[in-house]
């Protein structure tokens, strides 16, 4: 494999259960080849015959791609295993299922009115977020999931000729989504101890972007400091992305009125747990929606479904709910906080529903593939500022005991890096 690796370049690529190879054709465009991991592991001949045969068979797979795109490097999501009795604590999914309120939402509309498109508007549930959230409903944008959100939102407000700045240890989309529109962006370090310092963001820039709290870190920032941000930079767009700010974070959404530079981006995914629906909103000031609309309305004019719609407005409807299964996630989050320090891991102080945490005498990565071993998954990164952390979504009791019981297998086996 070494010769072939100097040979060939090639280059291997994990995603999910399979393995994707690609490689450089003599006539320089792109060769990939998909094969099931489990097959590649079992027979290093086929791994072999994956970078030759489409070397030999002069595949040309790019030739009609569109400029650019052989140079993206796509986001890769947490592994979805098929796998019987997972603990599943990588993608950060609500271990609470949606309210029954949402079940009843969805079987109401499961009728043959699902031949007609959905309300391209989605009044209702723009008027439902507005009225929860003490905002005008042309305040409110809706979209496919906070991604879609994000990815209309980079297209409507931050490609400018000054770079958009945003942290250098964060939500790994974004620079995604700057090469796919050609966006100039600058990291911002972290400090070392892995929080976000907005007075390092009072340099040139068309935009600024964040989440708060951040991920993968679970660190949150106070509401102040985000009202200073925005005090000293009336000239950028600052859009705070707010995933996980009802495990505990403080929300942004007050100050939409007073600033109009404010952009905020929530999801259903999490606290609402409607991950399979993909729904998510903006809120901001009018002009700001305005722009979004445009994008979106440019591209697809009906975005959101008649069953996530009905199931979003659902999720509303149910307060005491939403409140008892977020309090539930900040009460495992703390124990098991607990339990990772009394491991010798060093714990993030996280306000979102996962933890970040790392132990000074155990390789992240392999703690990981113990973990997967035992059909526990979390999620390992190996962008260099954090390859030693794991991070571990807040599951049910179960899983967390799970996950504790096997950590204490594995350290107490010793060393493992």
Known sequence: ??????????????????????????????????????????????????????????????????????ALRPYIPGE??????????????????????????????????????????????????????????????VGNGSDEVLALTFLALLKHDAPLLFPDVTYSFYPVYCKLYGIDFRQIPLTDSMEIRLEDYDQQCSGIIFPNP????????????????????????????????????????????????????????????????????????????????????????YPVDRVALAAAIASYRDERYFRRTCAAIVKIRSALMLRLSAFGFDVLPSVANFVFARHPRFDAAMLAKRLHERSIVVRHFEQPRIREYLRITVGTPSNCRSLIDALSEITTQGRVD
């Open 1 to 70: 494999m070494a010769d072939l690796d100097l040979a060939y370049r090639h280059r291997w690529v994990r995603s999910g259960l399979f393995l994707l190879h690609e490689a450089p054709h003599a006539c320089r465009r792109s060769c990939c080849l998909v094969l099931p991991l489990r097959d590649c592991r079992a027979s290093p001949l086929l791994m072999r015959l994956a970078i030759l045969a489409p070397l030999s068979q002069g595949l040309k797979m790019s030739q009609y791609w569109s400029h650019g795109i052989g």
């Open 80 to 141: 979805q295993p098929a796998i019987d009795n997972i603990v599943k604590l990588n993608t950060n999914e609500n271990p609470f299922g949606p309210s029954p309120l949402v079940f009843d939402a969805i079987r109401s509309v499961a009728t043959d009115s699902l031949r007609l498109y959905p309300d391209p508007e989605a009044t209702e549930l723009k008027a439902t977020l507005a009225a929860y959230h003490g905002l005008d409903p042309r305040e409110v944008f």
């Open 214 to 301: 951040n991920a993968p870190t679970g660190i949150g920032l106070p509401l102040a400091a985000v009202e200073d941000l925005l005090v000293r930079r009336p000239d950028a767009v600052v859009v705070v992305d707010e995933a996980y700010v009802d495990f505990g974070g403080e929300s942004a959404l007050p100050l939409i009125q007073s600033h109009p530079n404010l952009l905020i981006i929530r999801t259903f995914s999490k606290s609402r747990s409607l991950a399979g629906l993909r729904i998510g909103f903006a809120a901001g000031h009018a002009n700001l929606i305005e722009a979004l609309d445009r994008v979106k309305n440019s591209f697809n004019s």
